[in-house]
């Protein structure tokens, strides 16, 4: 699928500040970015970080109190893989996954997976083969939180969900990466433009590493599983934000799209209606 | 400084059971291994597998019911370098850190600097340097927080302490690293082998990232500042600990040391009590 | 002062319904009830249940789908006691509290006194007599709590607030009330209609039990002490909700004021700008 | 069911320290006290005060650095009421709850029944009678929460229990009242002296208010659910604690026994192995 993905970010700046955006496509195997750009309604310096995990961080300062305004527009051709039943029915014990998959193990800001190992042990813990554990996982989330936009703020983590049983996209992601977590299974947050979403907002879901390859999961069943542009991953929304700001701004707005190009063609897969049927991103 | 440092780990296996120690003194410029060993009470593999942030992590897999014992030994020579005044009286503000270095700026597991940035701007905002800013949260940690044997637990964290008051070095590494964090410094969590630590053990302190350096600090005052071998650093407990357990197992003991091979000459160095003294463990 | 007040609170019935209204001037010696009118726009049966703490709640079932909308308006003509320095230069001890004194002295939902303990003492416990420290309670929070509409929601605590650094009204009455309790001072919880207060809303502040006399204490300096009809004590915001709801319901819109009926003579006493003037609502 | 109870617990007094104690026998009409006894090691005047809710309170002042001890007997008669299935299948709604119950119904420091409404209607909302959801809470909470000496502490709450599944006693309790809360019924705390508990401590359950009466639940499981004789009723354990203590002390021991005085007749009533049994204790 190619899709035409869209954000704008305004923000009155009111003393010297400094933004970090996570808001281009990733470059990754999944996706080819056919054409981008990010532009801005003043002169200055955009400057880009790659994170050690891969995130494109766009990092500028501006000096003088005004308006600015940020704008980024991408085509976008995604390629998602679909995974055989027969792989996935493996366990990803701790005695087999590399180094660089470890601190996707541990317990992070907002997916506190030490605080909820009896729950996920207890409600889990038989299903046989990670994949299925991770298809429990999102099944259960989707049954017992209720999605419900201003039920959680920028402090909620997954253990505040687990009691209040309430929350966004962002929370449901949570709550899945820290139960797989919990359950020895590593996870990390996926953040993206999101096709059909609605209303309009930056999505989050989250991957779990399964027989050596990240697969997608989203509890939310908000959008098709293939109707997604990545932006970045992270260990959870701490370090994957689409701003950080050190100054002192006030956001007048956020506007984000994402729209097929070649919309006749697209056959949404919703990978919760058929559990042999994995994605991955790449 | 050379050092003898030593620590035994022994447990009971219940079940087939993964170990991952994090005991290892470090492989930094700030410290040369003389000679070191890692041996076992049975014949098991051990696998070393160094984290995306260079911790030294040993993987083994006990499948046998039976005691399991991991005892490690090394001579390290540990070279700080003492760091000039002039150098620490800058700012390290968001616009000018690596991408590297991003992620000690954001909020972790244990150390939710996101919750704490209010205080963080009233308490320490007004210190000019960054420098000045870390000494002074770890005068007002000093003061402020009791040092308290049994006053926390695993799933303590900053949040925690800043309303209870009382830790023990985890405790005030955790809340030192998240109010540099809220007050946009970069910082580390810093597990080590500590000279003259009673009662024994493991200790954690941090580093902070000031003017392009990873400066040591030590809110506990519990060692001289130029006593640690270094074992591994990390965004705070949740990635160093010393030992992540997947099975069923008991832990039968912990002992560690740490001494002097050179005592004669061990000049202590206590940071805190020198402002314009600043060390780095490289 | 005579004070007409004033609230009307709105709502939208979807299912059978069962409102807990709290929203009446208290019945107690420091203000008198010259007339006071409850209404609602449909026929339906009004009960009163005075809680054990003297609270009168106003209960009401709504059985069918409709928009219901319950109005107060009363005449209160209060009677604040000035007390003597001296009087208030006492300790009240556990050991001379009474009985009925006693559950203001215990944590309670939003008041996590138990967790605040070392705080109390490190912050308070050097100040000499209970109106002292009471008053440096209330100083710290007027000093490091910022107001700030919208930085808290109904599972705010005083935890919370302690490391978040701000809140409302009813947020600082709970740290203050947590910080008394955590001092060994029994204190307790009042809300109110308040004349000044911007915007208009029920007020929330609190009163600290020292030498056998309830007194007023408002840690925000929003309004003038002597400024307050009361509604109700209690243990913190969980027993004396403006409403609680049993059943499914929108709220339109909740309305309040508070006027001064003799409003030439109206003198404001800010207990905050003198330390030797404490007032007591009785 | 006559029963003999005694504790007995010793404390090191430091400085000038006020107790606050709660181990006598409730006096209720559902026991007789035939006879007891409380006796210091010291000469100390003991007061006696009955707070709001009923509890007898033992308060003492201690002025001289010391060893204090405390020791009380009694010999306890325990008439149980046992209720008929019919009377239990009804609802206790807001809509007729006297006025003195209300203050069961809201949240309290440790039952923040607030944060579990979504929760308790997900799960038990289907149950029909009050008295068919609290035996559901009950044993979901006995079926899901792991009863592990050790694994919480004096600031757990009903929300930690919620996502960390384990506790002891007093955390069992304080999560059936705050689901009974968050579903709408009153609960409150029980805490007795229990006969045949491993090993020999003060122990604590609640009881819900259902159709008038107050009775008795025990999510632990421990004890025959008529083998208790009870202490005190409150909010939680903020309320109820066994030892209140201002001033500085350390705590040598504390120990409890409960003995049948009439053992041969003791028929062990296992409320939870009949859905038709309520008890009430008065």
Known sequence: MTFKVFSELSYQVYMPSTFLFNIEAAQTNGQTIIEEQLTTNIACELETLISPSGTRFIRTTINEPQNFKVTYTATVTTHHQLIDEHVTNS???????QADILPYLFPSRYCQSDKLQR????????????YAKVVGICDWIYHNIEYLLGSSNSYTSAVDTMSERAGVCRDFAHLGIALCRASGIPARYFTGYAYQLQPADFHACFEAYINGTWLFFDATRMIPSNGLVKIANGLDAADTAVTNIFGNTYCNYITVGCHLVDGKTF???NAWENKDLALSYG
């Open 91 to 97: 366990v990803t014990a701790l005695s087999n996954i």
């Open 119 to 130: 729950f996920a042990s207890q409600m889990f813990g038989n299903l046989v083969g990670d």
């Open 267 to 269: 056959k949404p897969l």
